[in-house]
């Protein structure tokens, strides 16, 4: 093949490369699909991987690799894994480290020094090359940088050829953008996702970005609050209280999203969350009550048994939480200013939801539900009188729990 051609045969995957960042493809797909092209454009291409660093919080990097004999591969390491992982006998690691722009290795000579370049030779492949692409001043943080990992493998009897690699390094920074543009696209979804939750987040990504762009829906909501934090978070060292109150959040606002609801805010130590009333509301955050009120019990258990810290075991023998749940429309949108908005929801019910909550201690009841609520499990609550609510026109029938634990 002739210069010009082999510019034509770049020419023509570079644009393909684009095309497939401007139709928001899935990195894996397109991993296959370019393999299959190398291969059917002559190219002698066995295996091709992609890594990057994720910008995640339970993943702290990612990888797809393709190969001509096997399924395509995806997985992910997590924060807790990187940071046990010993990467001393990692190829990747070296590469990225030392910033190798390119890292070429025969793999029919007998010794290799890592793992992965041995496993290679012994899979047939005759060739490895590995190179990196840096996003913008990116650094080296712990073995992975800000930027795209990538390698390629042949199996040709000779190894790799002139054409083969400088094909596939003309097409490296193609290929880095392309993944980039999805990597970034992925990125902003789990970041509004993780700051905003999964319904704030559609709206937001769906272009819900001024102040006052809001719906109204119906919705069950859900509001609970800790017991006795002022003392803990007093008697507590600052890593002790934030430990503490993530256990809190996770047998609350876990039990919510685990049961398919949208917390929408952390109010210093309670959580505001909502069950839109379409998507089966109340029977979901009844069923995160449950999940809630099991998870808070071992808690309680847990502590009250072990001993430890006063204000914790005195917040556990008053219940840890009160939660309340309340049915009505909620106004579900931006509010703010115009450069720092905050999308949740606003209205009569969020108010009322919340005074119901502040009556669980007074009650000293662990859980407080409006008539709508009960109404619709019979046979759970029982009325425990008629109430005025700070901020609410009417006094309002609340309902605690039948049967405590």
């Not at 006998?89 to 390119?102: D, G, K, M, P, T």
């Not at 219940?319 to 309340?324: K, L």
């Amino acid at each position: 093949m002739s210069l010009t051609e082999c510019r034509v045969e770049v020419a023509d995957l570079q644009v393909w490369l684009t095309e497939v960042a401007l139709e928001a493809r899935e990195i894996g797909t397109l991993l296959s699909e370019l393999g299959e092209r190398l291969n059917a454009a002559g190219l002698a291409i066995s295996r091709l991987s992609l890594g990057w660093r994720a910008l995640h919080p339970l993943t702290y990097a990612n990888f797809v690799t393709w190969a001509d004999d096997a399924p395509l591969e995806a997985g992910a390491l997590s924060h807790v894994d990187a940071a046990r992982r010993d990467g001393s006998n990692s190829v990747l690691r070296h590469i990225v480290e030392n910033e190798i722009a390119l890292y070429r290795v025969d793999l029919t000579a007998p010794a290799q020094p890592y793992d992965l370049l041995r496993e290679l030779r012994d899979e047939g492949h005759s060739g490895y090359i590995g190179t990196t692409t840096k996003f913008g001043a990116a650094h080296v943080d712990h073995g992975v940088m800000r930027g795209v990992f990538f390698s390629f493998c042949t199996r040709a009897p000779t190894g790799f050829d002139d054409r083969t690699v400088d094909t596939m390094m003309a097409l490296r920074p193609t290929l880095a953008l392309a993944v980039r543009a999805l990597i970034e696209m992925e990125a902003s979804k789990a970041l509004a996702t993780t700051y905003l939750g999964r319904l704030a987040a559609e709206r937001v990504l769906d272009g819900a970005i001024r102040r006052g762009d809001a719906e109204v829906i119906p919705a069950a909501i859900w509001y609970s609050d800790m017991r006795a934090f002022t003392p803990l978070a007093e008697e507590l060292s600052l890593d002790e209280t934030i430990a503490f109150l993530n256990e809190v959040f996770e047998a609350t606002a876990g039990a919510v999203g685990d049961a398919g609801g949208h917390v929408l805010d952390f109010i210093g130590d309670a959580v505001l969350a909502i069950f839109p009333i379409e998507d089966d509301g109340v029977r979901r955050s009844l069923a995160a009550l449950d999940d809630s009120l099991a998870r808070l019990a071992e808690m309680r258990a847990r502590i009250l048994s072990r001993g430890g810290p006063l204000a914790m075991a005195a917040s556990a023998r008053a219940g840890i939480v009160g939660i309340a749940l309340a049915v009505g429309d909620v106004r579900f949108g931006n509010i703010g200013t115009p450069r720092r908005l905050s999308f949740s929801v606003i209205g009569p019910t969020v108010n009322m939801v919340a005074r119901i909550e502040a009556l669980t201690k007074m009650l000293r009841e662990p859980v407080l539900v409006s008539a709508p609520v009960a109404d619709l499990a019979p046979g759970r609550f029982v009325l425990r009188g008629a109430f005025n609510l700070e901020g609410v026109r009417d006094r309002r029938a609340l309902y605690g729990l039948a049967k405590r634990s």
